[in-house]
T-cell receptor, first 115, second 112 residues
Framework: DTEVTQTPKHLVMGMTNKKSLKCEQHMGHRAMYWYKQKAKKPPELMFV???????INESVPSRFSPECPNSSLLNLHLHALQPEDSALYLC??????????????FGPGTRLTVT | QKEVEQDPGPLSVPEGAIVSLNCTYSNSAFQYFMWYRQYSRKGPELLMY????GNKEDGRFTAQVDKSSKYISLFIRDSQPSDSATYLC????????????FGQGTRLTINP
């Protein structure tokens, strides 16, 4: 099973709201990722967690706050977003990144609209 | 110059045709190569991955890597309308944290 699940599927939020995106995988993968994808563009890396520790932050604004509560879960907390943050937010996971298994498996995404 | 170049298309072919999708790259340190298929408004689905030069086959799909030319390809045989999607190549350096570098994606339509 190579499934990554994401909730919610769709989210509409105002610029003053606080919301969270959730991602879950049960493949035993120890690296998890958040990506942002705009229409007709490839995914753009935001954050990487390896062994529940933040290992890459691609200079993402602080209005996006990631959290990895355990090896299966990844959250993205959203606060005071801008309309230009509207996009498809994708979660991905891969095996232990220093021992092979570099391919990443993506979830279906959360389509976020900021009004 | 982008690290990974991929023709965005659109590419339109008749059903049953052989489709060839390609990416070139400039960073010789890339060692791991992936192809993803993405349907509209869905997440990317991993189709093929390969480490090192050569061919890898899975059903109607064949991935080819030529490191000497810095060129990778995905071939789809007996193409079906359900293959209509955007195809993304991705590659990475196997060192430390994992960052994928994506091509721009090629939009493919298979006409019945």
């Amino acid at each position: 099973d190579t499934e990554v699940t994401q909730t919610p599927k769709h989210l509409v939020m105002g610029m003053t709201n606080k919301k969270s995106l959730k991602c879950e995988q049960h493949m035993g993968h120890r690296a998890m990722y958040w990506y942002k994808q705009k229409a007709k563009k490839p995914p753009e890396l935001m954050f990487v967690y390896s062994y529940e520790k933040l290992s890459i932050n691609e200079s993402v604004p602080s209005r996006f706050s990631p959290e990895c509560p355990n090896s299966s879960l990844l959250n993205l907390h959203l606060h005071a977003l801008q309309p230009e943050d509207s996009a498809l937010y994708l979660c991905a996971s891969s095996q232990f990144i220093l021992a092979g298994g570099y391919e990443q498996y993506f979830g279906p995404g959360t389509r976020l609209t900021v009004t | 110059q982008k690290e990974v170049e991929q023709d965005p298309g659109p590419l339109s072919v008749p059903e049953g045709a052989i489709v060839s999708l390609n990416c070139t790259y400039s960073n010789s340190a890339f060692q791991y190569f992936m192809w993803y298929r993405q349907y509209s408004r869905k997440g990317p689905e991993l189709l093929m991955y390969t480490y090192s030069s050569g061919n890898k086959e899975d059903g109607r799909f064949t991935a080819q890597v030529d490191k000497s030319s810095k060129y990778i390809s995905l071939f789809i045989r007996d193409s079906q309308p359900s293959d209509s999607a955007t195809y993304l190549c991705a590659m990475s350096i196997i060192q430390g944290a994992q960052k994928l570098v994506f091509g721009q994606g090629t939009r493919l339509t298979i006409n019945p």
